[in-house]
């Protein structure tokens, strides 16, 4: 006997040990029913047995689930202003920063913090960069450092030169270097249900809370506030706002970059 979707997230939930109810449901439903059409599973009952028993669709189901589109400078004239404003001024007033991308999908926002703090001439004992995500597949892509050509498309020529080089067998696929690669720290964490690290002075979560409920994001806002640093930023996605900002002590300062003042 088959069963409801609502059934099918209650059962989804405690194998995959996900929080799927702080996601907006009705997206859940769609990606779940396109993943079923693509690998010809009739309903919600064999979806469910396929995810407890089969690794590899259990795997496929989660690469599904959340979306890993990512991209270097994404939305760069938000990175740009990071580069002018925010980031000078943090290093004028901090002896050490402390940033956080999450979710960090597979590294390139947390890399192209990591350049433009190399761009900025900051020694490496001055800041921290870590970088977290629940998908540990594109935690490995993440460290490996190796690029499909439109996750570039907003890196000037001489960033290309200067921090890419060209694989040698696979055509448009370029790793990053080294230099890069070593300043940013990587971590497996499940935002909704895992603890956070306190001391934060730039908190970048963006193109997330677009998949969840309105309950979800306002209690991760409140989570992430709880360990930014006072007179400190947040960095959200471009299409994401904040609503009523001065409710959560936050100050616009660019398009989707706030301002934290607790005090
Ligand atoms: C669209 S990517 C965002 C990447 C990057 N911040 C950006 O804007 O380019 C969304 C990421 O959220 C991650 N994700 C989904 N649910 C999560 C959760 N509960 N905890 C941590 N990461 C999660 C997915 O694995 C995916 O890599």
Known sequence: MSITFSEFKDQAKKILNIDLDGYKLDRVERRTKSLMRRYDVADFKECINLI?????????????FTINTSEFFRNPESFEFLKKNVLPELIQRKNKLRIWSAP??????????????????????????????????????????????NALKNVSDSRM?????????????????????????FEQKDLINGRFDRNWDLILSRNFFIYLTKEMKDQLIKKFLSVLNSDSYFFLGNTEYIFSADKYNLKKVYQSIYKYNNN
Request: net charge negative.
């Open 161 to 185: 030169r200067k921090y890419f080089t060209e694989d040698s067998s696979k055509e448009n696929f370029y790793h990053l270097s080294n230099d890069i690669k070593k300043m940013v720290n």
């Open 104 to 149: 960090c999908s597979n590294g390139c926002e947390p890399y192209t913090l990591a350049i433009i703090l190399k761009e900025l001439g900051l020694s490496s004992n001055r800041f921290e960069i870590y970088a977290s995500d629940l998908d540990p597949e594109i935690l490995n892509k993440a460290k490996r450092g190796l690029y499909r050509e």
């Open 52 to 64: 407890e028993s089969d690794s590899k669709f259990k795997e496929a189901y989660l690469n599904h």
